[in-house]
């Protein structure tokens, strides 16, 4: 059985830093890709970063590039999210999501990912 399973969510001042995990079960970082979405209240779910089952390719959101950082320790079968210089608009919950052929990932695409977490809860504050 897959589960991806977030943590980390947390209210945080705006300029502040959170890391936020995805303990993952049940498939192979060799054959899945591992993203990271968002849904904000009132707003659809975005694709904010991916990590490509090539262990080369990676997609970020344009108005996350430089702030986050998406990694993985495969011995730990855990992916992060490290978030930085937060900002009130980052406030939503984060999802993790899995892929297991195709490319919705690097196009942060939610409709083609086929696992998902219940989410985490990130709240910045102004």
């Known amino acids: 059985e897959v589960q991806l399973v977030e943590s980390g969510g947390d209210l945080v001042q705006a300029g502040g830093s959170l890391r936020l995990s995805c303990a993952v079960s049940g498939l192979s970082f060799d054959e899945y890709s591992i993203a990271w979405f968002k849904q904000a209240p009132g707003k659809g779910r975005e694709g904010v970063s991916c990590?490509?089952?090539?262990?080369?390719?990676?997609w970020y959101a344009v108005d996350v590039k430089g702030r986050f950082t998406m990694s993985k320790d495969i011995a730990k079968a855990t992916v992060y999210l490290q978030m930085d210089d937060l900002k009130p608009e980052d406030t939503a919950v984060y999802y993790c999501?899995?892929?297991?052929?195709?490319?919705?990932?690097?196009?942060?695409?939610?409709?083609?990912?086929?696992?998902w977490g219940k989410g985490t809860l990130v709240t910045v504050s102004s």
């Open positions: 999501a899995a892929e297991g052929y195709g490319s919705a990932c690097l196009r942060g695409d939610h409709v083609g990912m086929h696992y």
């Open positions: 990590l490509y089952n090539d262990h080369t390719s990676s």
